[in-house]
C-alpha cells in the first residue's frame, strides 16, 4: 500500500509576531468585509499570511493583482528567511477558542493520489459535501505560480477508541514546543508541539482501515480512512494543480514532488471539543414571498428559523437533520432557478447571522444542526451531503494559517 499519509518538511515562522502572523481561513466572514479590513488595519506591515491568502470577500476585487502581489510577498518572504524548518515531522495542535479548550488536532501531509472529490469515491480521502467545480478555477490561477500552501483543510477520522491523538495530546508536555500565541480577531489561543515518531502515529490510523473493524462500523471494509472537515474546496483545488502538474514530470519527479501532497489537520469526530455547527444562510433579492414558499413548499415534523425584518417566523422541515438541509438546500436552488434570482451568503453563528441581516437588510436562515456521529455512515451510504452543510465551530473557532509546507522545488530553505 502506498503511504496515504507522509511526514513532510514543514515551515513555521521564527522571530516573528505570531499574533500577527497567523489570520483565519480565506472563506470565513464572506458576508463581512469589515472583518477584513479590520485585520488589514492590525496587520499593518509586519509579516503575516494576510498577505499571501485571498478572503474570498475581495474575490472579484482586482484579482490578477492581488494574486501577483501574493506570490510576490511568498517569495519575499522565503528568501527574507523568516522560516524555520521542521523536517519529516507532524505537529499536534493545542486550540482554545471563545467556546472550547484543549481542541486537539495533528498536521500532516496526505498524499492528493488517495483523494477524489466525486461522490461514493472509493478512495482513502473523501469530499463530505457537494463540490462546486466552479469554485476551483480561481483557486488554482492562485496556486499556479504560488511557492508554498496554508493549510486550513481539517480531515476527520473516525476513531471511536480514541487510540490516536488523543494520548498523544495527554502527553504533549514531554513534545518539544514549537510555537504558542494568542489569535488575533477572537480567535482564542493555539499551541504547536512536534511529533517526531511519525511512523507510529501512521501505523495506528492505517489500522482503522482493517476489515474487520471497518466491516463492524459499516457494515463492509469500505476503504474510507479520511472524511474532508474543513477546507473541501482548497483540497479540490490541490488535487487539480497535481493533476496538471504532475503531467510534465517523470516517474521518479512524480513520486517525490512537494505538490503531490497537501498539508492538512488532522482530527478525531468522537472529540468532544469537536463540536458541529450549522452553516446559516443570508438571502438578498427576495422578500416575505421568498419565506411564503418555503412554508407552502417544505413540510416535516422538524421546524427550522427564519430572520427577516427582525421577526423570527418558523417553517416546517424534516426532523431528520441531514433531510432538513437538503429540502432547503434544494428549495434555494429551485426558487433561483424558476421564480427569481437571489443571492445567497453563507454566515457562520447566530451572532453574525443576525448582525448581518441587519446590515443587508436580508433574510436569514438558521439551518438544522447536522449531527456529526452520523457523518462517516452518511457518506458510505448517500455519497455526499449538500453544499456548506455543516461548520466545526463558529467563525472564529475555525482554523488560523500559521505553519507553511512548500509545493515548489525552489523554495529557499533558510532552516
Not at 171 to 191: A, C, D, F, Q, V
Not at 270 to 288: M, Y
Not at 399 to 414: A, F, M, S, T
Request: with cysteine.
Amino acid at each position: 500500500m502506498n503511504d496515504i499519509i507522509n511526514a513532510q518538511d514543514i515551515l513555521i515562522p521564527k522571530d516573528v509576531d505570531l499574533f500577527k502572523w497567523a489570520v483565519v481561513a480565506c472563506d470565513q466572514f464572506n458576508a463581512q468585509p469589515d472583518y477584513w479590513n479590520e485585520l488589514d488595519k492590525l496587520v499593518g506591515d509586519a509579516p503575516s499570511t494576510l498577505r499571501i491568502i485571498y478572503p474570498e470577500v475581495f474575490l472579484d476585487c482586482d484579482t490578477d493583482k492581488r494574486i501577483a502581489a501574493i506570490n510576490e510577498k511568498m517569495a519575499e518572504y522565503c528568501s527574507a528567511g523568516i522560516f524555520r524548518t521542521v523536517k519529516n515531522s507532524f505537529i499536534l495542535v493545542e486550540r482554545d477558542t471563545k467556546l472550547v479548550k484543549g481542541r486537539a488536532g495533528l498536521i500532516m501531509a496526505v498524499d492528493l493520489e488517495s483523494y477524489e472529490y466525486a461522490p461514493f469515491s472509493q478512495t482513502p480521502v473523501r469530499a463530505t459535501e457537494k463540490t462546486l467545480v466552479e469554485r476551483i478555477p480561481p483557486r488554482a490561477k492562485i496556486r499556479e505560480h504560488a511557492s508554498m500552501e496554508l493549510p486550513h483543510i481539517i480531515l476527520l477520522i473516525d476513531d471511536e477508541k480514541k487510540e490516536i491523538i488523543e494520548p498523544l495530546f495527554e502527553k504533549r508536555g514531554e513534545l518539544e514546543l514549537l510555537y504558542s500565541t494568542p489569535l488575533n480577531m477572537n480567535g482564542g489561543h493555539i499551541k504547536g508541539y512536534r511529533v517526531e515518531n511519525t511512523e507510529e502515529i501512521k501505523s495506528k490510523i492505517y489500522a482503522l482501515l482493517a476489515p474487520e473493524r471497518q466491516k463492524r462500523k459499516y457494515g463492509t471494509a469500505s476503504n474510507f480512512l479520511f472524511a474532508v472537515g474543513d477546507g473541501n474546496h482548497s483540497l479540490a483545488t490541490a488535487k487539480a494543480h497535481w493533476d496538471k502538474l504532475k503531467e510534465l514530470l517523470t516517474p521518479e519527479e512524480k513520486r517525490t514532488h512537494p505538490a503531490r501532497f497537501a498539508l492538512v489537520e488532522v482530527m478525531n469526530v468522537h472529540e468532544e471539543s469537536l463540536v458541529f455547527d450549522s452553516i446559516n444562510r443570508i438571502i438578498t433579492g427576495a422578500g416575505q414571498e421568498f419565506i411564503d414558499a418555503m412554508k407552502n413548499e417544505l413540510s416535516g415534523s422538524g421546524k427550522t428559523e427564519v430572520l427577516f425584518e427582525g421577526k423570527i417566523q418558523t417553517v416546517s422541515v424534516s426532523a431528520n437533520s441531514a433531510k432538513a438541509i437538503t429540502q432547503i438546500t434544494d428549495f434555494i436552488d429551485r426558487y433561483n432557478a424558476d421564480v427569481s434570482p437571489i443571492n445567497v451568503e453563507f454566515v457562520h453563528g447566530r451572532e453574525h447571522l443576525v448582525s448581518t441581516c441587519k446590515q443587508t437588510g436580508g433574510i436569514g436562515l438558521f439551518m438544522p444542526v447536522f449531527d456529526k456521529s452520523q457523518l462517516f455512515g452518511y457518506i458510505l451510504k448517500k455519497g455526499i451531503l449538500p453544499k456548506k452543510a455543516f461548520s466545526m465551530g463558529e467563525a472564529e473557532e475555525k482554523r488560523y494559517y500559521l505553519e507553511c509546507h512548500k509545493i515548489v522545488r525552489e523554495v529557499v530553505d533558510n532552516g
